[in-house]
Every structure is written in structure tokens, then in C-alpha cells.
């Protein structure tokens, strides 16, 4: 079966820096779009970052806008989230999820995926 397994969350203070990683099994990772997702306490869920499958591709939501990277490794699998000048409203559990095909219009809605990781936790100090 599917499964995306989120790793590399932890704690770490206002302006340092982290990278999580997502590894993907039982899909034919290559062909999918992914993502990462994030939710904090007490709100919903939202988009972070995509990328295509090529890798070509990126998009950001504007609060992480130049401070997060996406990125992949098709060969072994995985997407990552660079996450540079953290800020205390970073924090959140973060989710990475693997596109359904056909939905590269809909990037940053929840909607355009259809296997979701259980989430690692960011706690950024101030």
C-alpha cells in the first residue's frame, strides 16, 4: 500500500534552520506532483510548498515565500523542505502528501492529493 513517512521535525529557535523529509512507498512516486502542508494549533490545515514531478516546477504560499525550498529525489524517492529563518508562527505539524494526477491546477488546495504523510512537528522557540 501507499505510504508517505515525514521525518527531521524537532525544535529549534527563531532564525535557525531545519530540513523534514518525506519518503514514499507503494506509488509510482516519479509520475506524482507532491507537497507539504502544515497545521498549527487550533487552525486548519495549509498549503506550504509544491513541486512537480520533474522537479521543474515550484510553488509557495507568500508566508514562506523565500525562506522555504522544495525539493526531490526521484531516485530515491523523497521530497524534502529546506526550512531557512524560521519564525515562531512556523510552528506546526507538517504534512507531505502526493498529487493525484490531473490536479496541478488546484496545487495548493488539499483536495489535489490523495495519500497524505502522518506528520512530523515543528516547534520553533522565540
Known amino acids: 500500500q501507499v505510504q508517505l513517512s515525514e521525518s527531521g521535525g524537532g525544535l529549534v529557535q527563531a532564525g535557525g534552520s531545519l530540513r523534514v523529509s518525506c519518503a514514499a512507498s507503494?506509488?509510482?512516486?516519479?509520475?506524482?506532483?507532491m507537497a507539504w502542508f502544515r497545521q498549527a494549533p487550533g487552525k486548519e490545515r495549509e498549503f506550504v510548498a509544491y513541486?512537480?514531478?520533474?522537479?521543474?516546477?515550484?510553488y509557495y504560499a507568500e508566508s514562506v515565500k523565500g525562506r522555504f525550498t522544495i525539493s526531490r529525489d526521484n531516485a530515491k524517492n523523497m521530497v524534502f523542505l529546506q526550512m531557512n529563518s524560521l519564525k515562531p508562527e512556523d510552528t506546526a505539524v507538517y504534512y507531505c502528501?502526493?498529487?493525484?494526477?490531473?490536479?496541478?491546477?488546484?496545487?495548493?488546495?488539499?483536495?489535489?492529493?490523495?495519500?497524505w504523510g502522518q506528520g512530523t512537528q515543528v516547534t520553533v522557540s522565540s
Open positions: 513541486i512537480s514531478w520533474t522537479g521543474g516546477i515550484t
Open positions: 502528501a502526493a498529487g493525484r494526477p490531473g490536479y496541478s491546477n488546484t496545487y495548493d488546495t488539499e483536495y489535489a492529493y490523495g495519500y
Open positions: 507503494g506509488l509510482s512516486f516519479s509520475t506524482r506532483a
